[in-house]
């Protein structure tokens, strides 16, 4: 089975927190002793996770950003399918929310987008399996939990998954910057699906023809566009406003 490290403290507390089956083996600084870190080690202990005290050089050499002294070997997430939207679609709550990003490559962007996603309560998010960022440690890291809460789908096909969602009464806004209507402008209650697309070039030609409505974010400066990430809480909690969360 194929694994990854997780690490830093909130990272990997969440880990062991939420799915702690996952974690083979936990690195710890050698020498380092605080409160946060002791907690996190009572509940390694807990759940029966192996612990093992290394070198600050040891664990620099294991990953690539700051690790805070906490490095988890972890058995890898994966990302969800084809399949796992149709379960999705044949028992979905009431007014449930998507968010679909249509070539969101960078995974600091796509942890981003997950953990703004379940703030916002969203169901899960839907991507395809080609030109699409992977589940993996920095994904997990950025994201502080979600990408262990919020379901990732990678579709074959988006654009079939976007008919699939409108058959089973979801309503699609896509986001465009030459949009004539702002986000401000329409409603977005019910059930209803946000695409984001790749910072630069948007969605593509087929996903956009597949959506309901087109949207965009007013932009009163010299800027044209946000960062992906920060464009998704935006009308994300737009929609929650809306909704009367």
């Not at 600091?108 to 080609?130: F, M, Q, S, Y």
């Not at 597949?210 to 920060?230: R, T, W």
Request: aromatic share 2%; proline share 3%.
């Amino acid at each position: 089975m194929s694994s990854e490290r997780v690490f830093g403290l909130h990272a990997v507390g969440s880990v062991l927190q939420r799915d702690p089956a996952r974690v083979k083996v936990l690195f710890v600084q050698e020498g380092r002793e605080d409160d946060r870190l002791n907690g996190l080690l009572a509940e390694a202990e807990a759940a029966g996770v192996t612990v093992q005290r290394s070198a600050r050089k040891r664990l620099d050499a294991m990953v690539d950003g700051v690790h805070q002294g906490v490095v988890a070997e972890c058995k890898a997430i994966s990302a969800g399918d084809d399949s796992d939207l149709q379960n999705i679609l044949a028992s979905l709550p009431e007014n449930p929310l998507f968010l679909v990003l249509d070539g969101v490559t960078d995974p600091h962007n796509l942890g981003a987008c997950l953990r703004t996603a379940e703030a916002a309560g969203v169901l899960a998010v839907i991507a395809p399996k080609d030109k699409s960022a992977p589940l993996n440690a920095t994904v997990s890291k950025v994201a502080c939990g979600a990408a262990e809460i919020v379901p990732y789908i990678q579709v074959t096909n988006l654009s079939r998954a976007l008919q699939a969602l409108q058959q089973a009464g979801v309503w699609i806004t896509g986001t465009a910057g030459e949009a004539e209507q702002t986000l401000y402008d329409v409603e977005l209650k019910g059930a209803a699906a946000l695409v984001m697309g790749a910072e630069g070039k948007g969605m593509r030609r087929l996903t956009r023809e597949h959506c309901d409505q087109l949207i965009k974010i007013p932009m009163l400066g010299s800027i044209s566009s946000l960062n992906v990430s920060v464009a998704t809480g935006v009308c994300l909690y737009e929609m929650v406003r809306q909704r009367g969360l």
